[in-house]
């Protein structure tokens, strides 16, 4: 691990969860792209600008946490589906699971073998983190995402001119 407080890959049936490199950025525009995926997260479609600036903040938050989001990657096609991982801005009120995959990937159940891979490795390497999942209270999906996985509702909050919900995922 190139100074990182995880491992930079992960392993699942149908998953290979890696750091992102910069050739992820058209695989992710699918996602950031599309105004029903970025509705509850950043609040409208991106420019390929965009999202290459975002692909640039995930890669920096590992710089700068030691840990961030993977890349998803389907085995069989080796496509980027989106980002599944650890993430903490600086605003957020604590350590999360995030998940973000493209549309064309909701309902077969990547996000939630993503999610729990990430989980089982964050208990083992980062066992002081008591992990969140950090969702817009109108994200029914996500919620949804987030009590398959095991995750409980804790709390709301208000952030960005809204209510979010703070969901504790919990130890094994």
Same mark, same amino acid.
């Given at each position: 691990?190139?100074?990182?407080?995880?491992?930079?890959?992960?392993?699942?049936e149908r998953l290979?969860? !890696?750091?992102?490199?910069?050739?992820?950025?058209?695989?992710?525009?699918? @996602? @950031?792209? *599309?105004?029903?995926?970025?509705?509850?997260?950043?609040?409208?479609?991106?420019?390929?600008?965009?999202?290459? !600036?975002?692909?640039?903040?995930?890669?920096?938050?590992?710089?700068?946490?030691? @840990?961030?989001?993977?890349?998803?990657? *389907?085995?069989?096609?080796?496509?980027?589906?989106?980002?599944?991982?650890?993430?903490?801005?600086?605003?957020?009120?604590?350590?999360?699971?995030?998940?973000?995959?493209?549309? *064309?990937?909701?309902?077969?159940? @990547?996000?939630?073998?993503?999610? !729990?891979?990430?989980?089982?490795?964050?208990?083992?390497y980062l066992p002081?983190?008591?992990?969140?999942?950090?969702?817009?209270?109108?994200?029914?999906p996500s919620i949804?995402?987030?009590?398959?996985?095991?995750?409980?509702?804790?709390?709301?909050?208000?952030? !960005?001119? *809204?209510?979010?919900?703070?969901?504790?995922?919990?130890?094994?």
């Amino acid at each position: 691990m190139a100074g990182y407080r995880i491992p930079e890959q992960l392993e699942t049936e149908r998953l290979w969860l !890696r750091t992102f490199q910069e050739s992820d950025w058209s695989d992710l525009h699918a @996602y @950031y792209s *599309d105004p029903v995926c970025t509705r509850y997260t950043v609040g409208k479609p991106l420019t390929e600008g965009g999202t290459w !600036r975002i692909l640039a903040s995930m890669m920096g938050h590992w710089m700068m946490r030691g @840990y961030g989001p993977y890349a998803v990657v *389907d085995k069989c096609s080796g496509r980027v589906m989106g980002p599944v991982g650890l993430w903490y801005p600086c605003d957020w009120p604590e350590p999360e699971i995030k998940w973000a995959l493209a549309r *064309d990937c909701w309902g077969l159940g @990547y996000a939630s073998e993503a999610a !729990r891979a990430v989980n089982t490795m964050a208990q083992a390497y980062l066992p002081e983190l008591h992990l969140i999942s950090f969702i817009n209270e109108e994200n029914q999906p996500s919620i949804e995402l987030a009590k398959r996985v095991g995750a409980c509702f804790e709390k709301t909050l208000p952030f !960005r001119g *809204d209510v979010w919900h703070v969901y504790r995922h919990q130890k094994e």
